[in-house]
């Protein structure tokens, strides 16, 4: 059948699902007029037809609750709206207990959805019988109940979106498939599909398990692999009704759904199984895939023991369907880094109906705005390293993935499957002294090491894990004495060029025209002064500069440079993350362990605070730089990366003497809290400025040629900041804070926790926090697992806020 389409778009949507179809539409809600949405066979044809149809609001972040939560409230009115039916219906979610540990991690999210005002109700066991009558509670503590919660279909869903889009002037084409993505010069150009071209300013993929390979025809990285899922539905359950509610039990992995007078029970089970590896087919429509019954026959054994009635009852469809899953299963949204004006929402995870409204509203606005409305750092597609897109790994990982998304949510959680990517020279020398790694982006990292006999496994607990103790020593001898860092984790980016200098003091909002060899703490704002960068920058020569920025930002703030440098500019950007090791020692004793290995002043008039120097170690020629993100006198030592073993021996045999102890990530963020120490992703974010985040002594107004946000930033100066970013510590030296745990001031919610860890020098719970209002003299609280803990606030580090230490 020959389809006409039209020769040119705005922007052209590919992929018909409920994703596709909720960013045309809010784009029609936008007036964007010249919207086309491309399916490659009919709308939903690909998985979201099969979806549970959950619709439920609470994720593990306030942000991502905030997406569920507008897409309940779009749902609730889309009917009306379109007059097309939804199946969306409120009929309230539980989720069950089973033991003390899932117990507070229920209580921990109830207390963080008070932030934002969404009803988390925690309900005894009792409440949970008198609502549901089925369940067989006898192992059950108590749970969380949700009233808002609910159910819809997800073909309805999904056409009522479309024809909303129809409404407001999109055009939308089946059985279209698109065979190519154009671009030129780095930028869209527009589609070719089996029926013609069509030009465009923005392509948005959204193609569900089919992106990965669709995305990698024009170089950019979505890594997402497609497992089996599944679930059964039930007929003639004795005794159940229509005001059944959404439930979920998460130690058994399933989720029970009333579906039209039967009972759906899906999972998402520990170790779930991979498909499509050699290539899923472009005729895939409303398809089912075999399965493995043994698979889920525990799941369903399991779900037989929580409802009896399920003994009685038949198995009216047993179902085996693809889903795409992430490597960190969070979505990916938003700009992709590689291609200009090509934009994601992809990777779901099997929870896209959930989220599909507030992603359609994120991404239209981000596509008409050129910046996200608010802080979506943890599903960004920029989070993602090249690696990632592997497919083995992908196989390997998305085992674990699924499995994932009814897990405990445990504190400082590691991957189990894909390991050992990306290690340091030393990986090996500090494995054999006991140390414990972290997966993080792909490095393995060592989080703490396990002495006096210790195992190097984590014991996971809502309390002190096994390792909080063994992570104390470290805080205290870095604190006391001299501690060693394996950080070659940094991402570090060399740029050079007669207009280096000109680039880099237009995305920095300190001053980098410096002599060589100092150092710069700055942010890199957008438009807004919000912050996209929180980095270092060294100049190394007149023309020649060092940026060293977090492992988590490697993609994201290598592109944000890259795409700020203009075409016309003489300046050469690259990444040199691999071609160096770096080793940090910190500590009162620091010096002293440095200087007695090198013939060079170590002195603080010779070598002062944010300087940069060449020195020999050992047989290397290495760059030591006197910065701190841990609140001492300390250096960070960057080694070409065959001279990092050596030099690393060398220190061992000169700190034997000072009693030199190595220490972990945990340590660092722990030393990192008590000084406040601003950590970009979760204290500065995009939504974020300096002003409000404290670092205005990093900004620079009066630099000549100015800097990206700088008039921003002047108006918000003028106004007065609205919050501010605060240290708290808890009076109580016993509970813990991670995150997202609401601040109190005279019994209102003033904020919420964005990072959390125990100070070991000042003895209890260390978090920061934004706050808008007074902070001297008010008394405050924190909510944890639903219980208040008061707290001390201050504006300045509580740990040596006069900088002594770093500066001697």
Known sequence: MSVS????????????????CSIAYHLAKLAWTDVVLLERKQLTSGTTWHAAGLVGQLRTSINMTKLARYTSELYSQLEAETGQATGYRQCGSISLATN?????????????????????????????????????????????????????????????????????????????????????????????????????????????????????????????????????????????ESDFPVLRDYEACTYYKYDAGKLLVGAFEPTSRPWGMDGISDDFCFDEIAGNFEHFEPILS???????????????????????FTPDVRYHLGQAPELQNCFVAAGLNSIGLQSAGGIGKVMATWIKEGHPPVDLWEV????????????????????????LLYATHWPYRQYTTARGVRRSPLYDRLVAI???????????????????????????????????????????????????????????????????LRVLNRVCANDVDVPPGRIIYTQWLNENGGIEADLTV????????LVVTAAETEVRDFHWLKHHIPDDARCVLTNVTSAMGVISIMGPKSRDLLQAMTPMDMSNKAFPFASSQEIELGYALVRASRITFVG?????????????????????????????????????????????????????????????????????????????????????KEKGIEKQLVQFRLDDPEPLLYHNEPIWRDDKIVGHITSGAYGHTLGSCIGLGYVSGAISGEKFEIEVAGVRYPAAASLRPMYDAENSAIRC
């Open 100 to 240: 003390g540990q899932r117990f507070e991690e229920l209580k921990r999210s109830a207390s963080m959805a008070k932030v934002f005002g969404l009803q988390v109700d925690v309900i005894s066991t009792d409440e949970i019988r008198e609502k549901v009558p089925l369940v067989n509670t006898d192992d059950v503590l108590g749970g969380i109940h949700i009233p808002s919660d609910g159910y819809a279909n997800a073909i309805d869903i999904t056409q009522a979106l479309a024809k909303g889009a129809r409404n407001g002037g999109a055009k939308i084409f089946q059985n279209t498939l698109v065979t190519a993505i154009r671009h030129e010069h780095g930028r869209i150009t527009g589609v070719t599909t089996e029926h013609g071209d069509i030009d465009a300013d923005y392509v948005v993929i959204c193609g569900g398990m089919w992106t990965r390979d669709l995305a990698a025809t024009v170089g950019v990285n979505v890594p997402l692999h497609a497992c089996e899922h599944y679930y059964a539905l039930f007929e003639s359950v004795a005794g159940l």
């Open 380 to 403: 960004d597609v920029r989070r993602n390293m090249r690696f990632q897109g592997n497919r083995k790994y992908l196989r390997e990982r998305v085992t674990e993935s699924l499995g």
């Open 632 to 716: 001492e006198l300390g250096w960070e030592l960057y080694i070409p990366t065959e001279f990092v073993l050596g030099v690393y021996e060398e220190i061992l045999a000169a700190g034997e003497s000072l009693q030199m102890k190595h220490a972990g990530y945990h340590a660092l963020n722990s030393l990192r809290m008590e000084k406040a120490y601003r950590h970009w992703g979760h204290d500065v974010t995009d939504e974020d400025t300096p002003l409000e985040a404290g670092l205005g002594f990093a900004v620079k107004f009066d630099k000549a040629g100015g800097f990206m946000g700088r008039e921003s930033l002047l108006k918000q």
């Open 538 to 545: 060294t100049r190394l020569a007149d023309n020649l500069f």
């Open 5 to 20: 389409l039209p020769s040119r778009a705005g922007v052209v949507v590919i992929g018909g699902g409920v994703i596709g």
């Open 434 to 500: 006991g140390a414990c790694h972290g997966e993080a982006f792909g490095w393995e990292r060592p989080n703490w090491y396990a002495t006096d006999g210790a195992t190097p496994e984590y014991q996971y607990s809502y309390g002190r894990q096994n390792w909080f103790e063994l992570s104390a020593r470290e805080h205290k001898a870095v604190r006391e004495n001299v501690g060693l860092f394996d950080q070659s984790s940094f991402a570090k980016f060399r740029v050079e060029g007669p207009d280096a």
């Open 302 to 324: 399991d779900a037989m023991k929580r409802i009896p009635a399920l003994e009685n009852a038949g198995i009216q469809k047993f179902f085996c369907g693809p889903e795409s």
